[in-house]
């Protein structure tokens, strides 16, 4: 199978899967250049309201093809960066389904994701010195943010691998399922999240995200919208909500 990222759409969740299994799911050139364009039809799709990352098989993603950093580290460095900010960007809710290896650039995606739920026996890691790479800064900061300034300088001064308990300790991980669970939750989870409202969903994803420009437009946005007059209804005729209103699409 050649090293590809495929997608499917259930049930209103979109799933792009991350395939290079003889090299544990590294992401080559070409498929870090392939993110942000599949990222971006597929936040344009309507009846997309959440997405899952994983990886083929039984490992999340080994980071980037280190084979292809012989020739341009630097080129490489750069796609993988602009995949991790269409990840951050997408303005749905994000989930990383992480089993076996997440280390490196698998690392750097799954911190892009809003969550991350993993199967016992993960690993992660963040491994630029072990080759002499400087992180990219917007990479460090995410992280940073993520588990905190001590927790990432461990992750990135020493290259080492941590196991699960860690991970969901220093807050890298969300949830820690038994194997052979992680799908069924993920499924549960994803099915909750596309029941809500994506107008909440969407203000909060950016309020969460820092982002201190958009208060009038989300203010707006609230006076009168359909969701509330549908949530308090269906909260006062014991129902479950119908949430009609969704992101436009770009185009």
Known sequence: MEPQLSHSVTGSVATVVIRHPPKRNAMTPAMWRALPPLLGALAD??????????????????????????????EVQRLAVAAEEALAAFPKPTL????????????????????????????FGVTPARLGIVYPASSTRRLVSLVGPSAAKYLLFSGELIDTARALRTGLVDEVLPVGGL???????????VSRSQLTQAAAKEFADGRTDRD?????????????????????????????????GRG
């Not at 959440?50 to 020739?71: K, M, N, P, Q």
């Not at 076996?100 to 026996?121: I, K, M, N, S």
């Not at 006076?223 to 479950?240: H, K, P, S, T, Y």
């Open 45 to 74: 799709d309507t009846g997309v309201r959440a997405l899952v990352l994983t990886g083929e098989g039984g490992t999340f993603c080994a980071g980037a093809d280190i084979s292809t950093l012989r020739e341009s580290p630097q």
């Open 96 to 123: 990383a389904a992480v089993r076996g290896h997440c280390v490196g650039g698998g690392t750097q995606l799954a911190a892009a994701c809003d969550l991350r739920f993993a199967q016992e026996g993960a690993v």
């Open 183 to 193: 799908d069924r939750r993920v499924a549960e989870f994803t099915a909750v999240l």
């Open 216 to 248: 009038t437009h989300w203010n707006g946005r609230a006076q009168g919208n359909i969701d509330m007059a549908e949530g308090v209804a269906a909260f006062l005729e014991q129902r479950q909500p119908r949430f009609d209103w969704s992101l436009p």
